[in-house]
């Protein structure tokens, strides 16, 4: 199994910051790569596929990037509506989750 | 617009067998590369994925629990039914299933999902 590692598990920020979440596979998963984004009591929500292609949708200012093992979401201004969970998701090999980070404002 | 609607019971008793369902619209799984998958999230953790269906009727099982589960479809009916046997408290969680597309991969990422069941596994 390819265990997903994500930190860090909670990031306090404020509006208008850039921050950045990563992911670490236990093997290497190429760029087979998700980022979802979920809000309390909602389903997830797909912002990034194969490491670094943006789902249609999704705003520009959410970018992915990384290759082989390690993996970094960053959001470039955070704006109030983006406090929510990130999830990576490999699926390489069948398919994992990360344990999540939860984006929280300072 | 692809939307996805989870259904079946709220409560099983452990060692029941859980069946769920999953209603969709927007997209036909007699279309080549259309799938759908079954994620869960347990109270307050990680999601885990679970099982998939392509439309040539490929099947993908999360390992750890192939043993348990099966997944079939309607496509008539637009549905998708997964079937877990011999729950436990530790299957309590919230169901969910999703859209996907075939890649050279087994799995792919999940776009839409539904908006997800809870299930709860006591006596």
């Known amino acids: 199994d390819i265990q997903m590692t994500q930190s860090p598990s909670t990031l306090s920020a404020s509006v208008g910051d850039r921050v950045a979440i990563t992911c670490r596979a236990s093997q290497g998963i190429v760029n087979w790569l998700a980022w979802y984004q979920q809000k309390p009591g909602k389903a997830p929500k797909l912002l990034i596929y194969?490491?670094?292609s943006l789902e249609s949708g999704v705003p520009s200012r959410f970018s992915g990037s990384g290759y082989g093992t390690e993996f970094t979401l960053t959001i470039s201004s955070l704006q109030p509506d983006d406090f929510a969970t990130y999830y990576c998701q490999q699926y390489n090999s069948y398919s994992s989750f990360g344990q999540g980070t939860k984006l929280e404002i300072k | 617009q692809i939307t996805l609607k989870e259904s079946g019971p709220t409560l099983v008793k452990p060692t029941q067998t859980l069946t769920l369902t999953c209603t969709f619209s927007?997209?036909?799984?007699?279309?080549?590369?259309?799938?759908v998958g079954w994620i869960r999230q347990p109270p307050g953790k990680a999601l885990e994925w679970l099982a998939l269906?392509?439309?040539?009727?490929?099947?993908r099982y999360s390992p750890s629990l192939k043993s348990r589960l099966a997944i079939t479809k309607d496509t008539s009916k637009n549905q998708v039914v997964l079937t877990m046997t011999n729950t436990d408290p530790v299957d309590t969680a919230t169901y969910y299933c999703?859209?996907?597309?075939?890649?050279?991969?087994?799995?792919?990422?999940?776009?839409?999902w539904g908006q997800g069941t809870l299930v709860t596994v006591s006596s």
């Open positions: 269906i392509y439309w040539d009727d490929e099947k």
């Open positions: 194969k490491a670094s």
């Open positions: 927007g997209f036909s799984l007699s279309t080549s590369g259309v799938g």
């Open positions: 999703a859209h996907t597309r075939a890649d050279i991969v087994v799995v792919n990422a999940f776009s839409p």
